[in-house]
T-cell receptor, first 117, second 112 residues
Framework: GAVVSQHPSRVICKSGTSVKIECRSL??????MFWYRQFPKKSLMLMAT?????????EQGVEKDKFLINHASLTLSTLTVTSAHPEDSSFYIC?????????????FGPGTRLTVL | RKEVEQDPGPFNVPEGATVAFNCTYS??????FFWYRQDCRKEPKLLMS???SGNEDGRFTAQLNRASQYISLLIRDSKLSDSATYLC?????????????FGKGTHLIIQP
């Protein structure tokens, strides 16, 4: 149980295009989803927290208009990187939490490798 | 078989005790291994890398057993502040941040 998927696993795009990454909780309802970004050899950086049906809460320094997050249902959140540039190339990971549990555990997706040419 | 498996716990341990937990991985070609610590509703933070020869950082010792495909984390003289979720992370490709696979975490509760 508690499986989280991401799609696509890898994407290569041209500079200036927009890329959408999906995060799905396959067998549980995720009231909260988190989006992380990882740079090489560094810990994960939390980008934003999204609760189903409400606007995402972005961490300081993360551009809301650049990284659009939608959490329209209890099983799906999307991250859209708008007008992507090479510096946006990174590994993006989502996690999902069902909330209400004792441990408030986050279940991580497999990640999406974005390469912007 | 899941790629990275951990006992979710919770492990309830008295303060000062020693606690250990394992993580198994399915990909024999996995190259790098890490333990992350995650506090409730916070982002995971790298606790330590796991080297083939094993490594120690203060009260924390990590070991890798490639033959049996598991890594372990040992915490000695546990403190209340050690209460957290410990995530086992495996890197499957050749470096950078590509191909990270996270386990579901082991929840540790240190009790006074």
């Amino acid at each position: 149980g508690a499986v989280v998927s991401q799609h696509p696993s890898r994407v290569i795009c041209k500079s200036g295009t927009s890329v959408k990454i999906e995060c799905r909780s396959l067998d549980f309802q995720a009231t909260t989803m988190f989006w992380y970004r990882q740079f090489p050899k560094k810990s994960l950086m939390l980008m934003a927290t999204s609760n189903e049906g409400s606007k995402a809460t972005y961490e300081q320094g993360v551009e809301k208009d650049k990284f659009l997050i939608n959490h329209a249902s209890l099983t799906l959140s999307t991250l859209t990187v708008t007008s992507a540039h090479p510096e946006d190339s990174s590994f993006y990971i989502c996690s999902a939490s069902s909330d209400g549990g004792l441990t408030d555990t986050q279940y991580f997706g497999p990640g999406t490798r974005l390469t912007v040419l | 078989r899941k790629e990275v498996e951990q006992d979710p716990g919770p492990f309830n341990v008295p303060e000062g005790a020693t606690v250990a937990f394992n993580c198994t991985y399915s990909n024999s070609a996995s190259q790098s291994f890490f333990w992350y610590r995650q506090d409730c509703r916070k982002e995971p933070k790298l606790l330590m890398s796991v080297y083939s020869s094993g490594n120690e950082d203060g009260r924390f010792t990590a070991q890798l057993n490639r033959a049996s495909q598991y890594i372990s984390l040992l915490i000695r003289d546990s403190k209340l502040s050690d209460s957290a979720t410990y995530l086992c992370v495996v890197l499957n490709s050749g470096g950078g941040a590509d191909g990270l696979t996270f386990g579901k975490g082991t929840h540790l509760i240190i009790q006074p």
